[in-house]
Every structure is written in C-alpha cells, then in structure tokens.
C-alpha cells in the first residue's frame, strides 16, 4: 500500500510560481507510476500530469503543456509539480495519486490509479 501526502498548495497571482510535492510512503513506491489531477468546484476531476516509475516518460495535459513539469526524486520517495505563468483557471484541489506502472498505461485515466492523496488548495487570483 503507498499513502501519499500533498504540500505546497496555496494563493498566488495570475502570471506566478508554484511548487507541489507529494511524498510517497511505502516500500514499492518507486516502482509505481505517479499523476496530478486537479478539481475545481462543480467539475469533474481531470489528469493534470502524469510520470512513469522511472521518471523517463512525462505526460502532460494540453491545458497546462509547457507551464506545468512534473518529475520525481525516487530516492526521497517524492514527487513533484511545477506550475508556471500561472491562470485563475488552474485553480482547484490537486490531488497527487500513484498506480502500479505496466506497457501502454493510460496515464490520463484516474480509474487506473489506486492510490490518492487528501489533495492540497490552488488558489490564482486575477
């Protein structure tokens, strides 16, 4: 079993920075694949981005391809979101969750993943 714990959330300005972290607890951790989703209030939960065990393969969302990076440190157990030029449109709860990683995974489906975090407040003001 991996439990997950999200940081980093908060208020920020149209146009700025924010870091999100999520720790992974558990000793097959590392082998699992990882993704950020993101709900907003009346809305569906959407895959925000997603990456592989290795950290080799990196999946993005077309709303947020080339402001958000994803990547992971798999000797801190650590996952990590990058979230440039920042919209009020990008505000929700994001919620970090891990799956076990096979072949010709569909990153983008949350169905898939198994594992979830309590989410953590993203709030871009305008």
């Known amino acids: 079993q991996v439990h997950l714990v999200e940081s980093g959330g908060g208020l920020i300005q149209a146009g700025g920075s924010l870091g999100l972290s999520c720790a992974a607890s558990g000793r097959t951790a590392r082998s699992y694949a990882m993704g950020w989703f993101r709900q907003a209030p009346g809305n569906e939960r959407e895959f925000v981005a997603a990456?592989?065990?290795?950290?080799?393969?990196?999946y993005y969302a077309d709303s947020v391809k080339g402001r958000f990076t994803i990547s992971r440190d798999n000797a801190k157990n650590t996952v990590y979101l990058r979230m440039n030029s920042l919209k009020p449109e990008d505000t929700a709860v994001y919620y970090c969750?891990?799956?076990?990683?096979?072949?010709?995974?569909?990153?983008?489906?949350?169905?898939?993943?198994?594992?979830w975090g309590q989410g953590t407040q993203v709030t871009v003001s305008s």
């Open positions: 990456i592989n065990w290795s950290g080799k393969n990196e």
């Open positions: 969750a891990a799956k076990q990683d096979y072949t010709n995974s569909d990153y983008a489906a949350a169905k898939d993943y198994t594992n």
